[in-house]
C-alpha cells in the first residue's frame, strides 16, 4: 500500500536541493517508474539541475515490471548526465529462493530489452545480488550469474552478502528454523566510510552463512567466486576475454570464473595466487574471528574498500608497467582453461586471443599512467574487428569477430600523478557510472 507527499511539497523539496546545492540525491523510492507522477518527478529533477547546477546526480532503484517507463526515465536523467548507474535490481534469479523471500522480480526477457536498449545508448546498467538467501545453491548462483552476463550486464554485477536486520521476517525463529538460518556477526565497517573514531560504539552485522541450500563451505567458496567474479567482470579485469571464451569456446563465464578462484591452474602466476590468497585470508577472518569485510588502503584513501577493490588496487599496481606482468599471467592462465576444456587452438584462434588480450590489457587503467607529465593517446592496430567486435558485442547491433583490419586509439590519463585520484576515479566515479575503462577511439568501424 501506498502513500503519496503531494506534488507541490516534492518539487518543493527538490527545488530547496537545487537551491542549497545538494550534489547527490538519492530517491527512498524502490519502485521509481512504477508509479505515471514519477515521469513528471525525473523531469523536475533534471529541469532543477539545469536551473542551479544541482542535484548533480540523482539515484534510485528501478521498478519491477515495466520496460517503457524505466527506459524512458533512465535516458533522460543519463542525458543530462544525472543517473550513477541504472539499477535493475534481481537480489536472485533462482525461482525457489525468490518465492521463499516473497519477491517477484522483472521477467528476464524484460530485463533482456532493456539491458539491450540501454546499451545502445551506452547507458550505464548495475544488478544487484545477494548470495545467502535461503533456496540458493553453488549450482543456482553460477547459473543466475551466467544469465545475467548473457543477458547483456556489461557494467556491473554487485554481490552483496545477505545480513539479517532486526524486525524483518528473516529475523524471526520460526523463519530462521524453517530454512535453516545460520548467522555470523562480524564488526561492521561501512564500504567507501571512514574509519570510525574509537570512541564511538562499535557496530554489528549479522550475515547469513549457510542455510538448509548451501553449507557454510559452499558459501565461502562462493564467496571467493563472487569476488573474483566481481574482479574480472565489475571491474573489467579480465571482461573481454571472458566474452571472448563464451562466443569463440561456448565456455561459460562461470567455468573460467570457477576455474580460476578454485585454483585449478598450474601456472606460477603469483599476482593471482596472492590475489586469491587475500580473499582466502579475510574470508577465514570473518568466519573465525567475525573480522570485518572492509580494508583501509592508506595509499588510496582513509576509507574502507571492498574485498575486489583491494584486488584491482593492488593488481594494477604492476611493477612491469602498463599491466605486463599482470597479463601475461592471465594469458597463461586462460591457455592452461582452453586446454582443459580441450577446445581446439588452432593458429587463427591463437591470434584472436592475442589480439583479444592486447585489446583487454588496453582498455584497462595501470597506475604506470600515474608517471606521465600529461594524458598521452596510443594507438594499436589490430588484424581482425576486435574493437568494433567489443563495442557491440550486447547491443542490437552485434557484429561477428572478421579477418577486418582496424585501429584504436587510447587515451591515457595521469590522474594528477595521484595514487587517490586514481582511486577515486577509476572507482568510485567510474565504476557505477560506467567509466572506468581507458577511452577509445576506432577507426575502420562500419
Known amino acids: 500500500k501506498y502513500k503519496y507527499?503531494?506534488?507541490?511539497?516534492?518539487?518543493?523539496?527538490?527545488?530547496?536541493?537545487?537551491?542549497?546545492?545538494?550534489?547527490?540525491?538519492?530517491?527512498?523510492?524502490?519502485?521509481?517508474?512504477?508509479?505515471?507522477?514519477?515521469?513528471?518527478?525525473?523531469?523536475?529533477?533534471?529541469?532543477?539541475?539545469?536551473?542551479?547546477?544541482?542535484?548533480?546526480?540523482?539515484?534510485?532503484?528501478?521498478?519491477?515490471?515495466?520496460?517503457?517507463?524505466?527506459?524512458?526515465?533512465?535516458?533522460?536523467?543519463?542525458?543530462?548526465?544525472?543517473?550513477?548507474?541504472?539499477?535493475?535490481?534481481?537480489?536472485?534469479?533462482?525461482?525457489?529462493?525468490?518465492?521463499?523471500?516473497?519477491?517477484?522480480?522483472?521477467?528476464?526477457?524484460?530485463?533482456?530489452?532493456?539491458?539491450?536498449?540501454?546499451?545502445?545508448?551506452?547507458?550505464?546498467?548495475?544488478?544487484?545480488?545477494?548470495?545467502?538467501?535461503?533456496?540458493?545453491?553453488?549450482?543456482?548462483?553460477?547459473?543466475?550469474?551466467?544469465?545475467?552476463?548473457?543477458?547483456?550486464?556489461?557494467?556491473?554485477?554487485?554481490?552483496?552478502?545477505?545480513?539479517?536486520?532486526?524486525?524483518?521476517?528473516?529475523?524471526?525463529?520460526?523463519?530462521?528454523?524453517?530454512?535453516?538460518?545460520?548467522?555470523?556477526?562480524?564488526?561492521?565497517?561501512?564500504?567507501?566510510?571512514?574509519?570510525?573514531?574509537?570512541?564511538?560504539?562499535?557496530?554489528?552485522?549479522?550475515?547469513?552463512?549457510?542455510?538448509?541450500?548451501?553449507?557454510?563451505?559452499?558459501?565461502?567458496?562462493?564467496v571467493r567466486f563472487s569476488y573474483v567474479m566481481m574482479l574480472f567482470h565489475s571491474l573489467k579485469l579480465a571482461y573481454f576475454v571472458m566474452i571472448h571464451l563464451l562466443d569463440e569456446y561456448g565456455a561459460k563465464m562461470s567455468a573460467f570464473l570457477d576455474f580460476v578462484s578454485e585454483r585449478k591452474f598450474q601456472s606460477k602466476a603469483p599476482l593471482f595466487r596472492e590475489m586469491l590468497d587475500g580473499y582466502d585470508s579475510v574470508i577465514d577472518g570473518m568466519l573465525e574471528r567475525g573480522n570485518q569485510r572492509g580494508t583501509i588502503l592508506p595509499d588510496y584513501g582513509d576509507f574502507y574498500w571492498d574485498m575486489e577493490e583491494v584486488a584491482f588496487l593492488t593488481l594494477t599496481q604492476d611493477k612491469s608497467g602498463w599491466n605486463v606482468d599482470l597479463y601475461a599471467q592471465l594469458a597463461s592462465i586462460v591457455m592452461e582453461f582452453i586446454a582443459s576444456i580441450r577446445a581446439e587452438l588452432s593458429e587463427e584462434r591463437k591470434i584472436k586471443l592475442d589480439e583479444v588480450m592486447l585489446y583487454q590489457k588496453l582498455r584497462i587503467p595501470s597506475q604506470s599512467q600515474l608517471e606521465l607529465t600529461e594524458p598521452r593517446t596510443r594507438t594499436y592496430r589490430f588484424q581482425h574487428n576486435i574493437p568494433e567486435y567489443f563495442e557491440k558485442f550486447f547491443s542490437t547491433g552485434q557484429v561477428l569477430l572478421a579477418d577486418n583490419p582496424q585501429t584504436m586509439s587510447v587515451t591515457y590519463s595521469n590522474h594528477g600523478g595521484e595514487k587517490r585520484r586514481f582511486a577515486k576515479e577509476t572507482i568510485l566515479w567510474g565504476r557505477k557510472s560506467g567509466t572506468m575503462l581507458i577511452p577509445c577511439e576506432i577507426q575502420g568501424a562500419n
Not at 536541493?17 to 519502485?31: P, R, V
Not at 545475467?148 to 523463519?175: H, K, P, S, W
Not at 530462521?176 to 574509537?198: A, D, G, M, N, Q
Open 5 to 222: 507527499h503531494d506534488m507541490d511539497r516534492v518539487f518543493g523539496e527538490i527545488e530547496w536541493m537545487g537551491k542549497n546545492q545538494i550534489q547527490y540525491l538519492f530517491n527512498a523510492d524502490s519502485n521509481f517508474g512504477m508509479n505515471p507522477r514519477d515521469a513528471e518527478i525525473a523531469e523536475f529533477v533534471v529541469a532543477t539541475k539545469k536551473k542551479y547546477g544541482a542535484p548533480s546526480k540523482f539515484r534510485t532503484c528501478f521498478g519491477k515490471n515495466t520496460d517503457d517507463k524505466i527506459f524512458k526515465i533512465g535516458a533522460l536523467l543519463h542525458s543530462a548526465d544525472m543517473e550513477k548507474g541504472i539499477t535493475l535490481a534481481r537480489q536472485s534469479n533462482d525461482s525457489e529462493t525468490l518465492k521463499n523471500i516473497r519477491r517477484d522480480n522483472i521477467k528476464m526477457s524484460t530485463y533482456v530489452n532493456l539491458q539491450k536498449r540501454f546499451n545502445d545508448q551506452n547507458i550505464p546498467v548495475y544488478c544487484e545480488l545477494i548470495l545467502g538467501l535461503p533456496g540458493e545453491t553453488v549450482e543456482s548462483w553460477k547459473r543466475g550469474m551466467d544469465e545475467l552476463i548473457e543477458a547483456g550486464t556489461r557494467n556491473q554485477i554487485f554481490c552483496y552478502l545477505l545480513q539479517v536486520f532486526d524486525n524483518t521476517e528473516m529475523a524471526e525463529t520460526a523463519y530462521r528454523e524453517k530454512f535453516k538460518i545460520v548467522t555470523k556477526r562480524l564488526k561492521l565497517t561501512e564500504i567507501h566510510c571512514s574509519e570510525r573514531p574509537p570512541e564511538w560504539v562499535t557496530e554489528y552485522e549479522d550475515i547469513v552463512i549457510s542455510t538448509y541450500s548451501m553449507t557454510v563451505e559452499e558459501w565461502r567458496t562462493m
